[in-house]
């Protein structure tokens, strides 16, 4: 590979005209090598690229390295333009042109109303000042039900990869013994059904209801997968379901703040019994090195939600701090960081 690259670097060196036919070849190999998800991140980027060089522009973050004599720490970067650090250690460069462009288009003011300080409060987002609402990204479905489709589209397409949580969980040496009539999987803010239907199509025998739950909006929507029971419900609310053996969220906890996040788990673990299990099912990012998938999606739910994608310590913290525990992780996507952990009572 090492090789390759380097013949490619002279190629490029002998003219204008060879640099020019180097970069096109190399742009079209890129083309023919993305997969499907690739491209639909890609383009779903291309705001955020210039939203987030914006940023760097108005904290002189590309002036501080370019007068740096060594290369510069994030901390030494965060200093220098007196930002927060958590802001910093995001990366650069995903849902629709309409829907996720806009906020991109005002994260930078966003960022400059905060003072460069990372975003806390949900109910003054990107997302307010591009729609101009107060409303939550979620009520706000409910009043712009196109916006809606495009946001379950999207995530139906992430939500049929190669691998799921399903191919690495044992479900089935968990659940051994369960119950017909007793709540076997509660799939929490579940859209219109992908993960029960998954759930039911792996698993078509199994003892134990399955339960969909999410706002009215999207249930209303949802996939008419026989065995499932779909539910109106607002997971900030009590759990209506208690003692279930799974309660699986997917992509749910990245799309708010810590202390909803904390809210929810206190909700959840409110209805959990010794047996049950949380299925948390979202990307463990890495302490650094960060892929720009990861990172373009972590700035996305920082313009809607003020909230952020976590690490494995974060993670941790999270579940600790609401008197709960992480047993173990099973990564079902590396590339992608995805992941389900196993987090029960203590």
């Known amino acids: 590979m090492d090789a390759a690259l380097e013949q490619l670097r002279d190629?490029?060196?002998?003219?204008?005209?060879?640099?020019?036919?180097v970069l096109a070849a190399v742009q079209g190999l890129v083309s023919s090598l993305e997969s499907p998800d690739d491209t639909l991140h890609r383009y779903g980027h291309l705001n955020l690229q210039t939203a987030t060089v914006q940023v760097g522009i108005n904290l002189g973050l590309f002036k501080s390295l370019t007068e740096a004599s060594e290369p510069l720490k994030v901390q030494d970067i965060?200093?220098?333009?007196?930002?927060d650090l958590q802001l910093t250690c995001k990366g650069s460069p995903a849902c629709s042109f309409g829907l996720t462009a806009p906020q991109y288009q005002c994260l930078p003011e966003l960022?400059?109303?905060?003072?460069?300080?990372t975003p806390v409060d949900a109910t003054k987002t990107a997302f307010h000042l591009a729609f101009h609402t107060t409303l939550d990204p979620f009520a706000w479905f409910a009043q712009n039900p196109s916006y809606l489709a495009e946001f379950n589209t999207y995530h139906a397409l992430r939500r049929q990869p190669d691998a799921t949580w399903l191919s690495v969980y044992p479900v089935e040496a968990e659940a051994a013994g369960w119950q017909a009539d007793q709540p076997l999987y509660v799939n929490m803010g579940g859209g219109i059904g992908q993960q029960c239907a998954q759930f039911k199509d792996k698993y078509p025998g199994i003892n134990g209801r399955i339960i969909l739950q999410d706002l009215p909006h999207s249930v209303a929507k949802a996939l008419p997968t026989p065995g499932v029971e779909n539910m109106a419900h607002n997971m900030f609310e009590p759990q209506p379901v208690a003692g279930a053996k799974f309660y699986h969220l997917r992509a749910v906890f990245h799309n708010h703040p810590p202390l909803r996040v904390r809210m929810l788990l206190e909700t959840i673990k409110?209805?959990?019994?010794?047996e049950s299990v949380l299925l948390v099912d979202e990307m463990i990012l890495p302490e650094e090195k960060v892929n720009h998938m990861a990172a373009s999606i972590d700035m996305t739910v920082l313009s809607a939600f003020a909230s952020m994608e976590r690490t494995e310590s974060q993670w941790k913290t999270l579940f600790e701090d609401v008197?709960?525990?992480l047993a173990q992780t099973y990564k079902y996507s590396p590339l992608?960081?995805?992941s389900v952990m196993d987090v029960r009572l203590p």
Not at 270 to 274: E, G, L, R
């Open 11 to 21: 190629l490029a060196d002998r003219s204008e005209h060879a640099r020019r036919n």
């Open 270 to 274: 409110a209805a959990m019994n010794s």
């Open 323 to 325: 008197g709960l525990r």
């Open 111 to 117: 960022l400059k109303q905060t003072g460069y300080k």
């Open 78 to 83: 965060t200093d220098r333009a007196k930002a």
């Open 336 to 338: 992608t960081y995805e």
